[in-house]
């Protein structure tokens, strides 16, 4: 693993530290380090950005694999990787040519291969592809902007009538989203040096999101977190002079676009503003584990890339198939296409990465985040010289408002991008807390969580002078549950009897903190799921639990009791206005909580409950079960999910 011009050393908790007398020795070693560490892993993520996962899965990948190729996936990170600027070819080249060293002999060791019966193919799996880093981290925040969100607007809208489309509205309860990045000026703290924070709450997955390593080379010493396939470190990093951390900005720059498509003579023609426009448009195969090939539609209309409403029965010209439809029909509710700033700059924001090595102040680092382009996040950063900095960076594009509530049709011209909005001013201040809320996401987006969580943070902050980083570690694990208000306030207003009554006492009692040995905690989430489902069911939302036909990869964002359990809140609000009685049900919740058996104290029904791709495959070890504290409303937004 190391030869004289580069060394390995792991601390005691094996983490890599990487020395390399060179950049480019550097993110080949990285490489190397990455697949020894993560093969399995990277290999997954590989077949991902490719959409063969069911080749190797079964049809558990059927869902995501139709969607990657719909969506040009690979092509689109061949496209970028080819208008990278030189400097960065040479980086990910290296990076992909460690890889190749060590991912035979380390997927050779993977459990995971062996439990798959691909031991043959771990043996000698295909070499990477020079754009294979940018796929995979693509594929990772592909589902992490706003579109799928669009898709559940359009169905409400369709569904129920836009006036609906407020009681669904994010904002209108604390528990969306859940990461934090701070940071404190030098006089607050007991170095006199500024401090950065931040806390990431990804979906919680095993192995994790993120890789920590430390890089060293001549101009590059840094230490933070990478995502295993990528080069380099991207989102939290500290190199020595200066440090950032990151949250999301909750900016809606992906865009959905309604498009109606009938065959015609040279193939497929989509209706856009101007008449019947040409299309590109391809099948492609998916080999599928057990069972027979899938072919799959790929339609590219100007707009984009068609991801949704093209695989069940639209007459899309002889070699597509079809079932014979009027001109212009297509499957399901409507045909989607999806619009995002990577495909139509053909950029993924790679070239922020060396720039990013080789911060060593804030000035560096707002420079180097200005060519950032997706996800949008919102950024803190500070150096030595006690310089601080709150900045928005990635791309969102120039519009009308329209795009941000829901789907445009193509035959409508306000769907047209006209370049891109100019980011909010960085802002300068002696404490900066972003939490996903409004204001430190530059107002770039519609939905965001409420700022109760940082506002909490900065209630514990207060006005101390002396904070340390185990203070700040500190306030990361705080449990105060910002939805406990609106409980208090909601179960207050209404009376009880019986052992309902019981039940109410109880929940007006509880200190709001979700800890492990809290019974008021597991009682909150009790009544909450059971407020969640009643509204689920309420006969006036039940044109909402029809169908869709959209992918069931869609799902989380499409199943109703999942909508209302992250909106509950804006619902409980404003429901009233379309005929729903929130008092009817939070007795309803009431009655049914005290119908149930003691749920007991918080830790024995939240524990971790990681994602892991093989959970379910015979012989398959899972983790998990360890109780966890905190809630999605609190500053540990370790997340539940009512509904």
Request: with cysteine; hydrophobic share 45%; net charge negative.
């Amino acid at each position: 693993m190391s030869t004289p011009a580069s060394s390995v050393v792991r601390d005691d908790l094996g983490i890599p530290y990487l020395r390399a007398d060179s950049l480019t020795a550097l993110m080949r070693l990285q490489g190397r380090v990455t697949a020894a560490d993560r093969a399995w892993q990277i290999e997954h993520q590989r077949w991902r950005m490719e959409g063969r996962t069911a080749e190797y899965l079964g049809d558990q990948g059927l869902a995501w694999d139709r969607f990657a190729r719909q969506v040009r996936l690979e092509a689109t990170a061949r496209a970028c990787y080819e208008v990278l600027d030189a400097q960065t070819r040479v980086v990910v080249d290296a990076y992909v040519e460690g890889v190749n060293e060590a991912l035979p002999a380390a997927l050779a060791q993977s459990q995971e291969m062996h439990l798959l019966g691909l031991e043959s193919y771990a043996a000698e799996p295909r070499p990477w592809e020079p754009w294979t880093p940018l796929g995979i981290f693509w594929a990772i925040h592909l589902l992490f902007g706003t579109f799928p969100s669009k898709l559940f607007a359009a169905h409400v809208r369709a569904s129920l009538g836009p006036e609906w489309l407020d009681l669904f509205r994010t904002e209108g309860g604390p528990w969306q989203a859940g990461s934090n990045a701070w940071v404190v000026g030098g006089h607050r703290t007991a170095s006199g040096r500024p401090l950065v924070a931040g806390d990431p709450h990804r979906t919680i997955e095993l192995p994790g999101t993120y890789h920590q390593v430390s890089l060293a080379c001549p101009g590059v010493d840094v230490v933070g977190f990478g995502f295993p396939g990528v080069p380099g470190v991207q989102h939290f990093a500290h190199a020595g002079r200066v440090a950032w951390a990151i949250t999301n900005a909750m900016a809606d720059y992906q865009d959905l676009t309604q498009e109606q498509l009938r065959p015609c003579a040279d193939g497929l023609e989509a209706r856009g503003p101007d008449g019947w426009e040409p299309t590109d448009r391809a099948v492609e195969t998916i080999a599928v584990r057990g069972a027979p090939d899938v072919q799959v539609p790929v339609v590219v209309t100007r707009r984009g890339p068609v991801v949704t409403g093209l695989d069940l029965g639209a007459d899309l010209g002889p070699d597509l198939g079809g079932a014979g439809r009027e001109a212009g029909a297509v499957a399901g509710p409507a045909a989607y296409s999806l619009r995002t700033p990577s495909q139509v700059g053909l950029d993924l924001g790679f070239d922020a990465l060396v720039p990013l090595l080789r911060a060593r102040s804030v000035d560096d680092v707002v420079a180097a985040l200005a060519r950032w382009v997706e996800p949008v996040n919102s950024v803190v950063v500070a150096d030595d010289t006690g310089a601080m900095r709150h900045l928005v960076v990635g791309r969102v594009a120039r519009r009308h408002e329209a795009n941000t509530v829901g789907p445009v049709p193509a035959w409508d011209a306000r769907h047209r991008w006209d370049g891109w909005s100019a980011g909010p001013v960085s802002v300068i201040e002696d404490v900066m807390v972003s939490a996903n809320d409004r204001a430190s996401g530059g107002g770039l987006g519609e939905q965001y969580a409420t700022p109760f969580r940082a506002e909490r943070i900065r209630e514990l902050i207060g006005d101390r002078r002396d904070l340390t980083v185990d203070d700040c570690a500190g306030i990361q694990l705080d449990t105060l549950n910002g939805q406990a208000a609106l409980m208090r306030e909601l179960v207050g207003s209404v009376d009880a009897t019986g052992a309902a009554a019981v039940v109410r006492a109880a929940l007006l009692g509880w200190d709001g903190h979700s800890d492990l040995d809290s019974p008021g905690a597991a009682l909150f989430a009790q009544w909450r799921h059971e407020l969640v489902t009643w509204f689920a069911d309420h006969p006036r939302l039940a044109p909402l639990r029809a169908s869709t036909g959209h992918s069931p990869l869609f799902d989380p964002w499409l199943t109703v009791p999942l909508a209302i359990g992250a909106t509950w809140g804006a619902m409980a609000g404003s429901c009233g206005r379309v005929g729903i009685d929130v008092r009817e049900g939070v007795v309803a919740a009431l009655d049914r909580v005290a119908a149930q058996q003691d749920p007991g104290v918080w830790g024995d029904r939240h524990t971790f409950d990681p994602i892991q791709v093989l959970d379910g495959w015979p012989g398959s070890p899972l983790v998990g079960g360890a109780p966890t504290p905190g809630d999605s409303g609190c500053v540990l937004a370790a997340g539940s999910a009512p509904g």
